[in-house]
C-alpha cells in the first residue's frame, strides 16, 4: 500500500515484547512530529488469551485514554483514519515476544563466510543459537549432533566466494540435511533454510536439501569476494521468512500483520535501523546498549558500517548468575567501595535469578546490582568488539613499516576515540534513580576516549522509531531527537597510563559556562552544565595522553550539558582499577562522592 | 488490593495429575488405555538413529569426488561392521589396491560424487520412557506415548538439579528450620527421598549419594556448596540433565531457609510414601519448576485449597523474599496506595509489614510472596 506522508498527522506504534506490549502515540503539533503519549499492557502471547492483539488493543486502548482519542474500535480493531480527534493514521509494531527470532548460521570458514553470515543474522534482529563451520575445531558428527539438539526458526547457510569452493559448501548441506533439526513450531512446520553462498554452489546445494521438511530459499551471495559483503539480501530474506513463517506460528499475528501498514519488525532490527538513519543523518558514530534481564544487545554504526551483537546470557535477573559467573565476583566487587560478604552475595544473585522480578530496596543492594550491570556491559561491548571487525581473508599490501606487526585485518572496527555518542537504554540504565548513576555505568563499561555524548532511551521508543523510520524517515529522525532521547551530558576522557596524582592534561571551557582546570591521572570531575547549555572545551594534555588529537596534542571540542553536566576522566585508558581490595575501595569511593552517585550508605542496612 | 509477586508455586494435599510420556520419535507403546502402571515401569521404547559420521572418502583413498561411488563396494542401505572393507581402489594393474576399513558399525546412508563424502550411520540407540507417576493411563497416542493419571499430592520447588527419579519419602530432621548435615544421613536411606528442613549442607549431599539415596530436598542450599556439588559455577538456571547420581530441590530459594510449614507438613504427611521427583528447573520462557508428585489413593477426601500466590490483603502472611529482610515471615499490615522513596533511592508501590517481633518494615510489593502458615 501506498502511504501519503504529507497527510499523516497521528502515528500510532506498539513494540510487543516477551512480557509487556508498549504502545506510542506521535502526533504533529506545530508542524514537528512528537511523542505525546505512550500506554503498555501485558503481552498475550502466551495461554490463555494465545492471541497478540489484546495485548495490543488493551495497551492502545491505555493510549487512547491519556489522549482523549479513540484509537480502537468496538471489536478492538485499530481506528484508522484519523478523523477530527479520533483514531489514527499510520499503525506500525514490532515485536520479540515469543523469544524472537532464533536462527542457526553455517559457513565454510568460521572467520569469513561464517561470520558475514552471522552479522547478517544478527543484523535482521535474530538471536543466533550457534555457528557451524568446516573449521570450529568439532568433528563432523559432533557437529551433527548440534544441529539435532538445536530448535531453530531458520537456518542460514553461506560459504564460499562467487566462483570459488563448491565442495565445502555442499558438505556443509549435508551435514544439515541428516540431523534434521526440530524446529520450535512443531514437526508440521516447514524449515525454512536460506542458502546465500556461492552461486555456482546454488544447484548442488539444492539437491543436497531435497526434503519434505524444507523450505529452501536461494539468494545473492553475501560475501560474493573476500573483500566484499553484501548482507542486504540475506537481511531482507530473512525478515520475510520471519514474516511468512515465523510470525505465522505465533498466535494472532496474522490479525496483527493486517492491522499493521508496514511489515512487523523483529525489535532489535528495529533499533539498528533507528540507529543507522541518526548516525547517517548526524553523519556520526554510534554506539547504542539495551541491557534486559536475559540478553544484552550492543548495537554500533562506525563510519557507516553497522554492526548488532547479542549477549545472549549478559543480563540483570534470569542471566545475573551467569554475568557473575563469567565476570568472577572480585571483578564485580571492584566496583563496589565498601566490604561485602562473596557467601552471602552469591546466595542473593541466585535468589534473583530465581525470583527475577525483585527490586533492590537497600542502597547497599543497588550498589551491587549496578556493579553487575558494569560487568555485564563491560562483557557485552568486549564480544562487540571482537565481532564489529574489517573483513578477515582479504589481502592487504603491507609496507616495510608493517614487517614487525602482527595484524593480518580483522582488525575491530569499534573506536572509542571516534565515538561521538553512547546511547543506554533497559531497566537497570533506564530506572537508575539518579541519571549520575546511568552515566557512570555507561562511561566505567564502555570507557569512551575524547570527547563523547552520552544518552538515554527515554521510555524505549527506539523500536518503534526504527520501523517509522522505514516508513516515515522525518518524523522518525523529528521524535528521536526531541522526545526519544534524554542528553546526560557529555565525557571527556583522556586515552593513555600515567602515574596516581601526576598531571594528566589541562582544560578551559569557554561558552555558556566558563572554567577552567587540571586533570591529574586517577581524577575523576562532575561540571554543572545544564541540558541547554553548550561550550568549547580546550584540552591540553601531557605526554602519553591522547584527547582526540594525537599523543600530547592539543584539542577542542564542543561539549554539550545535559542531566549530570560534563565529566572529566583522567582515570586513564584502558580503565584499570587498583588490584589492591583496600586501595581500590577508596579509589572508588572518591569517585563515587565526586560524581554525587549515592547517599551516604546506611551501614545498618548494609550489615543487615 | 494489589497482587503478591509469587513464583507460582504449587502445594495441594490432592489433586490429579498427568504425567505425559513421548517418545521423541515414533516407536512403540507398550500400555493401553486403562493399565495400571508403576513408576519405573517402561511404557513406550523405540530406537533413535544412530549418530552420524562423515568420511571423506575422496581424501581417504586419494581419488577424486566423482569416483568414490564406484569405488563403494556396497550401495546405500548396507549394514557394515567395524573394520569391514567398504571401498576400494582398482590399483595398478590389479595390484597396489587401496582398501578403506569401516571404522564403526553402521549402516552406509549416503554416498556423494560432489563432495566424496560418504555418510555412515552408526546403529540405533535404544530410548525408553518410564510412566514416571504410579497410576493408571488414560490416553494412548499410537506410536509416541501415553498419558499417565493420579491423584495426587503435589509440591513445587523453586529451583533443582538432576532428573526424574523415585523413591520412598524418609525425613532427616524433626522440624522445618534444621539444618540438614552429613550425621542426619542413614543408610537405609538408600533409594530414598530424604527430606531435610532448612539449608542442605553439601556434606549431607555428598553423605546422601554415598549412601544411595535419590533425592534430596530441603528449604535451601548456600550457593557456594551447589558449585562444589556440580564442579562449576552455575550460570542460566536451565537444569535437569545433570548426571550426578541424585537430584536435589530446594522449595525456598538460596540461603539458610526454612522449609515453608506446609510443605514440610504435607510431606511428613506422606512419609513412607513413594514419591517421584524431578529437579529440572528452567527459568524464562516457558518456566519449568522442579518437583515432588505423591500418588495417593483415588477417594472423594476433601480437597485443600491449591497455594498459588493471590492478592495482598491486610492480615494475610507472607514472606519477604529479598534482602535485608530476606526469609523474614509476617503480616500485611498496611498497603499505602502512594509510591514511596526506597532506601535505595527508587520510587516503588511499598508494603507495611508486621514482623513475628512486633517490629513494622516497609517493603517494595516486588519483595514479597503470599505464604499459608
Known amino acids: ?608 | 488490593m494489589a497482587h503478591a509477586y509469587t513464583p507460582g508455586l504449587k502445594v495441594t494435599n490432592r489433586m490429579k495429575h498427568s504425567a505425559v510420556r513421548m517418545l521423541p520419535i515414533k516407536g512403540d507403546v507398550m500400555v493401553k488405555v486403562g493399565d495400571s502402571v508403576v513408576a519405573d515401569q517402561i511404557v513406550a521404547a523405540t530406537y533413535m538413529p544412530g549418530d552420524v559420521y562423515p568420511l571423506n572418502m575422496a581424501n581417504l583413498l586419494a581419488v577424486p569426488p566423482k569416483d568414490v561411488l564406484s569405488l563403494m563396494m556396497y550401495k546405500e542401505g548396507h549394514k557394515v561392521e567395524k573394520g569391514e572393507p567398504i571401498a576400494e581402489t582398482p590399483g595398478i594393474f590389479g595390484k597396489f589396491k587401496k582398501k578403506y576399513n569401516s571404522p564403526y558399525v553402521g549402516t552406509i546412508e549416503t554416498v556423494s560424487d560432489v563432495t566424496g563424502q560418504v555418510i555412515l550411520r552408526g546403529p540405533d540407540i535404544p530410548v525408553e520412557v518410564k510412566a514416571y507417576i504410579t497410576g493408571t493411563v488414560t490416553d494412548v497416542n499410537p506410536e509416541i506415548g501415553c498419558t499417565v493419571e493420579s491423584d495426587v499430592a503435589f509440591i513445587q520447588g523453586i529451583f533443582g538439579i538432576g532428573g526424574e527419579t523415585c523413591g520412598t519419602i524418609k525425613f532427616a530432621v524433626e522440624s522445618s528450620d534444621e539444618t540438614l548435615t552429613a550425621s542426619s544421613i542413614t543408610s537405609d536411606m538408600k533409594g530414598c527421598v530424604v527430606i531435610g528442613g532448612a539449608r542442605i549442607t553439601d556434606d549431607s549431599i555428598e553423605e546422601a549419594r554415598k549412601v544411595g539415596a535419590v533425592a534430596l530436598i530441603g528449604g535451601g542450599m548456600d550457593d557456594q556448596d551447589l558449585k562444589e556439588f556440580l564442579g562449576y559455577d552455575l550460570g542460566v538456571a536451565i537444569t535437569g540433565s545433570e548426571k550426578k547420581g541424585i537430584t536435589v530441590i530446594v522449595t525456598e530459594g538460596f540461603g539458610d531457609i526454612a522449609m515453608a510449614n506446609r510443605t514440610f507438613n504435607l510431606l511428613k504427611r506422606f512419609e513412607g510414601h513413594e514419591a517421584s521427583v524431578n529437579g529440572a528447573t528452567q527459568i524464562r520462557a516457558g518456566v519449568m519448576r522442579p518437583e515432588i508428585i505423591i500418588p495417593i489413593e483415588s477417594g472423594d477426601s476433601e480437597v485443600e485449597k491449591e497455594h498459588e500466590g493471590g492478592y495482598l490483603e491486610i492480615g494475610k502472611s507472607l514472606r519477604i523474599i529479598r534482602d535485608p529482610y530476606f526469609g523474614i515471615i509476617g503480616t500485611v499490615k498496611a498497603l499505602p496506595s502512594e509510591p514511596h522513596v526506597l532506601g535505595s533511592g527508587s520510587k516503588a508501590r511499598v508494603l507495611e509489614v508486621e514482623l513475628k517481633t512486633g517490629e513494622s518494615v516497609i517493603v517494595p510489593r516486588a519483595n514479597v510472596e503470599l505464604i499459608e502458615e
Request: hydrophobic share 40%; with cysteine.
Open chain 1, 1 to 608: 500500500m501506498t502511504i501519503d506522508l504529507e497527510n499523516i498527522n497521528v502515528i500510532l506504534a506498539t513494540d510487543c515484547g516477551s512480557t509487556t506490549t508498549k504502545a506510542i502515540l506521535i502526533e504533529k503539533i506545530d508542524g514537528q512530529y512528537r511523542q505525546t503519549y505512550r500506554g503498555e499492557a501485558p503481552t498475550t502471547v502466551e495461554k490463555p488469551f494465545a492471541n497478540v492483539t489484546i495485548g495490543v488493543t488493551n495497551a492502545v486502548t491505555e493510549v487512547g485514554e491519556l489522549a482523549g482519542r479513540k484509537l480502537t474500535n468496538e471489536d478492538g480493531t485499530i481506528n484508522q483514519p484519523a478523523q477530527g480527534d479520533d483514531g489514527c493514521d499510520l499503525y506500525i509494531s514490532t515485536s520479540s515476544a515469543g523469544g524472537g527470532l532464533q536462527m542457526m548460521v553455517a559457513g565454510v570458514i568460521a572467520e569469513m563466510t561464517a561470520a558475514s553470515a552471522k552479522r547478517a543474522a544478527l543484523g535482521a534482529g535474530a538471536i543466533v543459537m550457534d555457528v557451524i563451520s568446516t573449521n570450529d575445531k568439532r568433528r563432523p558428527h559432533e557437529q551433527i549432533q548440534r544441529i539435532r539438539e538445536l530448535r531453530p526458526d531458520m537456518i542460514l547457510i553461506s560459504g564460499g566466494t562467487d566462483g570459488g569452493t563448491t565442495e565445502k559448501v555442499v558438505q556443509l548441506a549435508e551435514l544439515i540435511a541428516p540431523a534434521k533439526p526440530q524446529p520450535r513450531f512443531g514437526s508440521e512446520y516447514e524449515m525454512p533454510i536460506i542458502f546465500a553462498g556461492n552461486k555456482m554452489a546454488a544447484s548442488e546445494v539444492e539437491l543436497a536439501l531435497q526434503e519434505d521438511w524444507i523450505d529452501l530459499a536461494i539468494v545473492e551471495n553475501l560475501r560474493p569476494k573476500l573483500e566484499q559483503e553484501n548482507l542486504g539480501p540475506a537481511r531482507d530474506k530473512i525478515h520475510d521468512v520471519f514474516l511468512e513463517h515465523v510470525m505465522a506460528h505465533a498466535p494472532g499475528y496474522d490479525m496483527l500483520m493486517d492491522w499493521a501498514d508496514a511489515p512487523i519488525m523483529p525489535t532489535p532490527g528495529a533499533v539498528g535501523d533507528i540507529l543507522q538513519t541518526i548516525a547517517k543523518k548526524e553523519n556520526i558514530n554510534v554506539v547504542g546498549v539495551d541491557i534486559g534481564g536475559a540478553t544484552t544487545d550492543v548495537f554500533s554504526v562506525f563510519e557507516g558500517t553497522f554492526n548488532r551483537t547479542v549477549s545472549a546470557n549478559l543480563g540483570m535477573s534470569y542471566s545475573i548468575s551467569n554475568v557473575c559467573a563469567e565476570a568472577t565476583m572480585p571483578n564485580v566487587l571492584r566496583w563496589v567501595h565498601f566490604d561485602m560478604d562473596e557467601r552471602q552475595l552469591r546466595n542473593r544473585v541466585k535468589n534473583k535469578m530465581i525470583r527475577p522480578t525483585t527490586i533492590p530496596q537497600s542502597l547497599e543492594s543497588l550498589i551491587f546490582e549496578q556493579a553487575v550491570a558494569r560487568e555485564a556491559l563491560r562483557l557485552a561491548y568486549i564480544q562487540h568488539k571482537e565481532f564489529a571487525t574489517t573483513l578477515k581473508g582479504v589481502q592487504q599490501q603491507r609496507t616495510v613499516g608493517d614487517t614487525f606487526s602482527q595484524q593480518t585485518g580483522g582488525n575491530t572496527i569499534v573506536n572509542n576515540m571516534t565515538l561521538n555518542l553512547l546511547v543506554a537504554s533497559g531497566g537497570v540504565l533506564s530506572h537508575a534513580p539518579n541519571m549520575n548513576q546511568t552515566a557512570m555505568m555507561l562511561v566505567d563499561s564502555f570507557e569512551p576516549e575524547g570527547c563523547t555524548d552520552l544518552a538515554k532511551d527515554s521510555i524505549f521508543m527506539m523500536p518503534h522509531l526504527g520501523v517509522l523510520s522505514a516508513v516515515h524517515p522525518e518524523a522518525a529522525s523529528q521524535v528521536f531527537e526531541r522526545d526519544c532521547l534524554v542528553y546526560l551530558g557529555t565525557c571527556i576522557a583522556a586515552k593513555g597510563l600515567g602515574k596516581e596524582g601526576k598531571l594528566c592534561f589541562n582544560w578551559t571551557l569557554s561558552g555558556d559556562v566558563n572554567a577552567s582546570g587540571t586533570c591529574n591521572f586517577g581524577d575523576l570531575e562532575l561540571i554543572d552544565m545544564t541540558p541547554d547549555q553548550t561550550a568549547t572545551i580546550l584540552c591540553d594534555p601531557v605526554r602519553g595522553f591522547d584527547l582526540g588529537a594525537g599523543n600530547g596534542k592539543k584539542v577542542s571540542h564542543e561539549v554539550r550539558g545535559g542531566t549530570v553536566g560534563l565529566i572529566i576522566d583522567g582515570r586513564g585508558r584502558p580503565l584499570g582499577l587498583p588490584e589492591d581490595r583496600q586501595q581500590c575501595q577508596m579509589s572508588m569511593k572518591t569517585w563515587v562522592e565526586n560524581m554525587a552517585l549515592y547517599e551516604e550508605i546506611d551501614v545498618a542496612v548494609a550489615t543487615a
